[in-house]
Each structure stands twice: as C-alpha cells, then as structure tokens.
C-alpha cells in the first residue's frame, strides 16, 4: 500500500509539475450545465468529469502540487481510497438485463468496412486458435435453460454480448424450435459470458494452454 501510495505521488507531482501554469476553467460550466440537464443515467460520469477538472484548475491555478498530495492523502492514507465519487454497482451484472419484451429494438447499420467492421473479421485479427482435440472450456451447468430461460425471456442474451460470436442459436436438426450452439474456437477469453449471464448457467474454465488470441502479434 505505501509503495502504491508513493507511485501516485510521484506521478501526480510530475503530472503538477508538467502542466500549465492555470488550466482554462472555461469547461467547468459546460459541464456543469449539461450535468444539469442530462438524465440521471448520466450524471454519475459527469459528476466525475466535473470533480477531476476541477482539480486540475485548481491546482494548475495555485501553480503548487500540494493540493493534489493533500486530495492523495485525504482520500488514500486516512479514508482507506474510498472516494465519494467512485463507480458503484449496486446489482450484479447477470441481474442487470431487462426482459426482451420491455427492451427497445435496435436496428444497427451494417458494417461499412471503413469505420465498422463485421465481427467474425475482427475475430480473425486476434488470431485467436484452440486446438480442436482438447477438452471444452465452454460448458453448460443445464443445457435446458438456455431455450427455457435465456432465449425465452431474454431473447437470447449469449448471442449479443459475446464478442467473438461463441453462442448461437441455430435451428434444430429436427423439428421447430433452436437450440444454443457453442463455437468454443472463436473465444478470445474475455470471460464476458461468465459475468453477464443472466442466469449464471455458463461455466468459463480454463482452457490449455498456448491457445486462444495471438497477443503477441496484436
């Protein structure tokens, strides 16, 4: 912690020390005043946006660095890092998906090749790769609740919040209905589905090692 403590020190002395002499507080009430008229959804981040610049005019303006070791020791060494405008998550992300039939329909563009892309195509850039013989690190905890659940309530979430396109539903072989396939091969090991599942029914494990995206050429 003291090591931790020392490093952010350092860095928002330097960080004092290379600025401006006063930063423009031209953008304080801007924000402000779109903090005032935005949706609630919003406010948290621009809350945020407003604090931080604010300490940085502030600081930029007293043309002295003490300001930012007192904010460091204020909120890291006497309240334990526990800032007041910090993130909070309230629910757990697999509860926080509304039901199909209270969500709005989005019809995205299709991809222009130039600033979007398909997304099997960005996959393929990872270079991701698992061998085809090694034991599955994608499982169901009940191959029943996908259809019975997820893709009943949900719409089938596993297909949307994947980004590597591992889940599908498909069409059955036989008969009318679908069932949620798993192409393990495209993981690139963003454990997306183990967090955002809403009914935690995906069991990410892993895999062996050497495979999954190519980091070293991305």
């Known amino acids: 912690m003291g090591r931790f403590l020392l490093l952010r020190s350092i860095s928002f002395f330097s960080f004092s020390i290379s600025s401006p002499p006063c930063p423009k507080p031209l953008m304080l009430p801007s924000i402000l005043h779109i903090l005032c008229r935005s949706p609630s959804l919003h406010r948290l981040p621009l809350l945020c946006l407003y604090v931080s610049h604010l300490t940085v005019v502030l600081a930029g303006c007293c043309s002295s660095w003490v300001l930012l070791m007192a904010y460091t ?28 039939k209270d969500a709005p329909q989005i ?5 222009d090749n130039k600033i979007t892309f398909d997304l099997l195509s960005s996959v393929a850039l990872s270079g991701t790769n698992h061998e085809g013989d090694q034991p599955p690190h994608l499982t169901l905890m009940d191959d029943s609740i996908p259809i019975n659940r997820n893709y009943a309530i949900y ?35 963003c454990k997306t589905c183990d967090i955002k599942c809403p009914s935690q029914n995906i069991n990410w494990v892993v895999p062996e090692g050497g495979g999954g995206p190519g980091y070293n050429g991305m």
């Open 73 to 100: 020791g204020l909120f890291y060494v006497f309240l334990g890092g526990r800032e007041p405008w910090t993130f909070k998550h309230h629910v757990k992300d697999s509860d926080s998906l509304i039901e199909a």
């Open 155 to 189: 719409d089938g979430p596993e297909q949307r919040f994947c980004p590597a396109g591992v889940y599908e539903y498909v069409p059955e072989e036989e008969g009318d209905g679908y069932k949620l396939q798993i192409n393990a091969q495209n993981c690139v090991h």
């Open 107 to 111: 019809d995205y563009p299709k991809p």
